[in-house]
């Protein structure tokens, strides 16, 4: 699987959005870009995937670069709900995860 | 719907021990996986089980092991307990099908070994 790189903290305003990067150089062509995230004293919850195109659902929109290299997670409304570590994961072997250190998101009033 | 559940939710062991964690998949799972998270760290893969077999494992001794059951249950089972043991252990069930990516986690058991 391949490396990926986040930055350890970000903080951000409730109610704008949260801009999370993740930089995943060695990625190859069959491996997706995954986002997890864990809410303290919480197992941690799927948020959303792709490939090469962007993605949105519910949660979060999910921007990957052309190169593929790097990809970024929007949560375009931040709310205090929203604080939590998130996890950007590649991997084509869906079946087990490789999580790494992730960033620690605080989102204050 | 439940989602994923795990017991007990808290154990303290001592060192030698050995001990099972349990946990039932969400309604629907077929493939049940176990992960070891320490403090300050991610979730670290220990093995998964589909159709009562392991099918894949993470870098984790023979003292790990696991089973699983008809009704897609699943207990891990870790021997001789060591004081880096303690940890949450994490339980994510999917359906294993082609498109099925996403995985649903439970809340952990939360392990201290003394």
């Known amino acids: 699987d391949a490396k990926t790189t986040q930055p350890p903290s970000m903080d951000c305003a409730e109610g704008r959005a949260a801009n999370l990067p993740c930089n995943h150089s060695?990625?190859?062509?069959?491996?997706?870009v995954y986002w997890y995230r864990q809410i303290h004293s919480q197992g941690p919850q799927y948020i959303i995937h792709?490939?090469?195109n962007n993605e949105t659902n519910e949660m979060a929109s999910l921007i990957i670069t052309e190169d593929r290299k790097s990809s970024t997670l929007i949560l375009p409304h931040a709310t205090l709900r929203d604080t939590a570590v998130y996890y950007c994961?590649?991997?084509?072997?869906?079946?087990?995860?490789?999580f790494g250190t992730g960033t620690r998101l605080q989102v204050f009033p | 719907d439940a989602g994923v559940t795990q017991s007990p939710t808290h154990l303290i062991k001592t060192r030698g021990q050995q001990v099972t964690l349990r946990c039932s998949p969400k309604?629907?799972?077929?493939?049940v996986s176990w992960y070891q998270q320490a403090l300050g760290q991610g979730p670290q893969f220990i093995f998964q089980?589909?159709?009562?077999?392991?099918?894949q494992r993470g870098n984790f001794p023979d003292r790990f092991s696991g089973h699983q059951f008809p009704n897609y249950s699943s207990e891990l089972n870790v021997n001789a307990l060591l004081l880096g043991d303690s940890a949450l252990y994490l339980c994510?069930?999917?359906?294993?099908?082609?498109?099925?990516?996403?995985?649903?986690f439970g809340p952990g058991t939360r392990l201290t070994v003394l």
């Open positions: 994510a069930s999917k359906l294993q099908r082609e498109f099925d990516n996403e995985q649903f």
């Open positions: 060695t990625i190859s062509g069959n491996e997706y």
């Open positions: 792709g490939l090469k």
């Open positions: 994961i590649v991997t084509f072997n869906t079946d087990k995860l490789i």
């Open positions: 309604s629907g799972h077929d493939t």
């Open positions: 089980y589909y159709e009562e077999e392991e099918r």
